[in-house]
């Protein structure tokens, strides 16, 4: 399923034009990817939560250069609801 099928779907479950579904996923997506960057968590009932995980630094080795690199950093979670899970099996 594609941004267009979500949008489309909206439009026609809401009675919505379709540019105002796509604009309110826009907002929609903008709202948990910013409450992301700041460390909180979203949680969507029924849906699933949206967490933020820290990465351990781990030293890597540059293949060009074979010089050792230290990676660490912060990443995106999904953890799916009770209810999703079960609508999935």
């Known amino acids: 399923m594609t941004k267009a099928d979500i949008v ?3 439009a026609a479950a809401a009675g919505w034009p ?3 579904s796509e604009r309110a996923l ?3 997506l903008a709202g948990i ?3 992301l960057k700041r460390g909180d968590a979203v949680t969507l009932v029924g849906f699933g939560t949206f ?6 630094p781990r030293t890597l080795k540059n293949p060009r250069t074979g010089q ?3 990676v660490a950093g912060r990443i995106p ?3 799916p609801s009770k209810e999703l899970r079960q ?3």
């Open 87 to 89: 609508a999935v099996r």
């Open 18 to 20: 379709k540019a105002g």
């Open 51 to 56: 967490s933020v995980a820290r990465r351990k």
């Open 68 to 70: 050792a690199v230290t």
């Open 77 to 79: 979670r999904f953890k």
């Open 26 to 28: 826009r907002a929609a």
């Open 33 to 35: 990817r910013a409450s």
């Open 8 to 10: 489309a779907r909206m």
